[in-house]
């Protein structure tokens, strides 16, 4: 199978930060892909790149067996069209003109289209049945009705490859459906390579064969869906507990998102109120992703400290409601934060410790974990890059750290392994064989 496109070692971004990195996959011609991640992967970085409009930091990215940024713009149209996510207009265009324009970026300049022209764009609006609309102002027509214009003006392009954002955004599930078979049958019958982007897990596995997974800029997998669609894997991705089936009627793949820490069986009404009090030793913004779980997920009583007044983890634990010891600005932590934040440590079942930098004023706070470990709490320790962000004296953090963990300390490097190990803690799983 010939190549439709490729990207070789690829990194790119804007204002000299980086987006995408390292990234290498190419399509056959015929091939119909999804990409998929969550906000800010970088799956419109990798189109805009792929289209030309961003030029790469490094790499190359070839289209039709040509590099894309030696191509001219007209060169690049007759392979590639894009149908972006929505379209505005300042005039009141009819679907036909919309259509017709399509045709502006393979017919010469100030060339009046000719009746070959007007036949492609009668095949367009048939084939994303749109015909009946043609006389219809475009801003007049619903979500659906619009995705099938913007398809019909990307088909009037004859290109051989369309890259599709997100086409099912804003659409029900009925509008969704039909635009996926337009697009489905465009790849099947014209041979039209499709590179979509999409956030629906299962409508993308339902008609592409192939999905690409990306995470932060890189790709963390490729393959058909089954490949890709793995629940350890989504849950590294996605930050949240992913459960994923097989429809037993249509053998088709079933992703969803747990509700929460419900039992097994239970349903929203019945979600676990965690009762256990949680104390968090965070800091320098190392603990904003813990805060919003913990909160989001039902956890009762929730402490932290001592921090700095205006820390990112202090904004975001007012903004939660969750209690704190606070430190002045700049200063090392004083008798009074640490006599506060001890009586919280002491009251805790559970003490989590971030991946906070550490330096010689805030390694009296590792003192309560030390203190909770001792009287039988369970202390959950990241211990991501830890002699990297020690700054103490004789790496005094990091020394105290690995002591606990001889010592029962149980270690986390990612919300993801964190999760089961604090509901275990909190005995959430110990009435269903976990």
Request: aromatic content about 4%; glycine content about 8%; hydrophobic content about 40%.
């Amino acid at each position: 199978m010939s190549s439709a496109f490729e990207m070789r070692r690829v990194n790119a971004g804007y204002d000299g930060g980086q987006v995408l990195a390292g990234i290498n996959f190419a399509a056959g011609e015929g091939e119909m892909i999804a990409i998929l991640g969550p906000n800010g992967a970088g799956k419109t970085t990798l189109f805009r790149v792929l289209s030309g409009l961003l030029r790469p930091l490094s790499g190359q990215v070839f289209i039709g067996g040509g590099e894309v940024q030696k191509m001219s713009a007209a060169r690049r149209s007759r392979l590639l069209a894009v149908v972006p996510q929505e379209i505005r207009t300042q005039m009141a265009f009819t679907v036909g003109e919309m259509v017709m324009m399509g045709r502006a970026t393979v017919l010469p300049p100030w060339r009046h289209p000719s009746p070959e022209d007007r036949k492609i764009v009668e095949h367009a609006l048939v084939y994303a049945d749109v015909n009946e609309l043609s006389g219809r102002p475009f801003d007049y027509l619903s979500g659906g009705e619009k995705q099938r214009v913007l398809i019909a003006m990307a088909l009037a392009q004859e290109p051989r490859i369309i890259l599709m954002d997100e086409p099912t955004t804003h659409l029900d599930a009925n509008h969704a459906l039909e635009i996926m078979q337009i697009v489905e049958r465009l790849n099947r019958e014209h041979q039209l390579t499709v590179l979509m982007t999409s956030h629906d897990l299962n409508l993308a596995a339902e008609f592409c064969r192939r999905l690409i997974l990306l995470d932060h800029g890189r790709i963390v997998a490729d393959g058909i869906p089954t490949e890709v669609l793995r629940e350890e894997t989504l849950q590294k991705v996605y930050h949240c507990e992913m459960r994923v089936q097989t429809d037993i009627s249509t053998g088709m793949l079933y992703v969803r998102p747990c509700a929460r820490h419900a039992p097994a069986g239970g349903t929203a009404a019945n979600v676990l109120a965690v009762k256990e009090k949680i104390h968090v030793i965070a800091g320098g913004g190392s603990g904003v992703e813990v805060f919003r779980h913990l909160v989001f997920n039902n956890f009762q009583d929730v402490t932290c400290g001592v921090l700095n007044e205006r820390d990112t983890d202090a904004q975001v634990c007012d903004a939660l409601g969750i209690q704190t010891v606070l430190e002045k600005p700049f200063s090392p932590i004083g008798i009074e934060a640490c006599r506060q934040a001890e009586k919280m440590a002491a009251r805790a079942d559970v003490l989590i410790v971030c991946e906070v930098p550490f330096g010689p004023g805030n390694t009296i706070n590792l003192q309560l974990a030390e203190n909770a470990l001792k009287r039988g709490a369970s202390v959950l320790i990241n211990d991501v890059n830890l002699q990297e962000r020690d700054y103490s004296d004789n790496k005094e953090a990091a020394i105290m750290i690995k002591q606990m963990l001889s010592q029962g300390a149980l270690p986390w490097r990612s919300l993801h392994e964190l999760r089961p190990m604090l509901l275990r803690s909190c005995g959430v799983f110990k009435n269903e064989g976990s």
